[in-house]
């Protein structure tokens, strides 16, 4: 009995090959967008949680004002002792932050105005986190007090 060769090709088409190319090329640019705006949308919380009124900062800030008697008039003076507290209150000054990030996650400084500089809370104080485009009274803007 004579055995009969078949040909069996082994492998993948051209065309096979360029189906499933053309199947993850579809799927990246579907997944991808969604990457990038899931990026965005976690800066936009973590930037509302940095200047909410129960974050870190502004709790430093409140207990600077308990424990002074007045806001801090900038941010630094919430780790580096106020040249400007007098003789009496310096006593009471201790480092409120210990590691200072008072930058937002875009890289922007945020934005404090405390005491009689508020534009918003006059018997508090503004912190407001700038936002992606960097500049402060834009729709991206996350300050600690509700926009009009």
Known sequence: ??????????GFTLLEI????????LLF???????VRT?????????????????????SIEQFHL????????????YQKPDWLSETVTAKWYQFVKEPKFTDPWGHEL??????DADVNKDGFDLICIGKDGKEGTEDDKPNFKKQ
């Open 1 to 10: 009995m004579k055995q009969v060769k078949t040909n069996r090709r082994r």
């Open 67 to 78: 424990r002074i008697g007045e806001y801090p008039r900038i941010l630094v003076d919430l």
């Open 39 to 59: 990026g965005e949308a976690a800066k936009e919380d973590l930037c509302e949680a940095m200047v909410g009124s129960t974050s870190p900062l502004s709790s």
């Open 111 to 116: 934005v404090y105005k405390g005491g009689d």
């Open 29 to 35: 640019a579907l997944l991808v967008p969604n990457l």
């Open 18 to 25: 360029m189906l499933v190319l053309g199947v993850l090329v």
